[in-house]
T-cell receptor
């Protein structure tokens, strides 16, 4: 059974620092991995999607890497801003066609 | 712009009532999903549908029902048999398999039993 773990569970940084969020998964037979952001009481907003054949994806200040062999993905957010405060979810689509969610990393960026 | 629309945003249910949550997408996605999120917990799959007029139970289907009469719509009914329905409900959609475009989520419906 696929298990997705996100570390740390919570993170607080001052504005301007870079954020590093980690995601690990136990079964490397995945189709893709998607990073989402969730604000309190809101739905999930897709940030980056990495296909199983890719090593990384970038969008603006965000960069996500994928190492299937070691079962890891890392989301980097450069020069954090208070507006980056949210919960970040790592979601894996396994070859069996089912999504597996991490529990999330709650991020607070202080001005 | 294409996306998923969930309504209502907030819903209140009395004990013993059935309520229906709406989910509509204009992304031409084949598959649609319903998830439940409880405070401090991850998302749990209730039901999913890959084609019209067909749907499958997820991990926590008891007390819920769905229909898929149109590709664009996947309403969820929370029945009186669901003993603890207070939660945040999220609808999602994807192309079949989800291996190229990933998943798109709606903005959610918060259901409260009063």
């Amino acid at each position: 059974k696929q298990e997705v773990t996100q570390i740390p569970a919570a993170l607080s940084v001052p504005e301007g620092e870079n954020l590093v969020l980690n995601c690990s998964f136990t079964d490397s037979a995945i189709y893709n991995l998607q990073w989402f952001r969730q604000d309190p009481g809101k739905g999930l907003t897709s940030l980056l999607l990495i296909q199983s054949s890719q090593r990384e994806q970038t969008s603006g200040r965000l960069n996500a890497s994928l190492d299937k062999s070691s079962g890891r993905s890392t989301l980097y957010i450069a020069a954090s801003q208070p507006g980056d405060s949210a919960t970040y979810l790592c979601v894996v689509l396994g070859s069996w066609g089912k999504l597996q969610f991490g529990a999330g990393t709650q991020v607070v960026v202080t001005p | 712009d294409g996306g998923i629309t969930q309504s209502p945003k907030y819903l209140f249910r009395k004990e013993g009532q059935n309520v229906t949550l709406s989910c509509e997408q204009n992304l031409n996605h084949d598959a649609m999903y319903w998830y439940r999120q409880d405070p401090g917990q991850g998302l749990r799959l209730i039901y999913y549908s890959q084609i019209v007029n067909d749907f499958q139970k997820g991990d926590i289907a008891e007390g819920y029902s769905v229909s898929r009469e149109k590709k664009e719509s996947f309403p969820l009914t929370v029945t009186s048999a669901q003993k603890n329905p207070t939660a945040f409900y999220l609808c999602a959609s994807s192309m079949l398999g989800g291996d190229s475009q990933g998943y798109t989520f709606g903005s959610g419906t918060r259901l409260t039993v009063v």
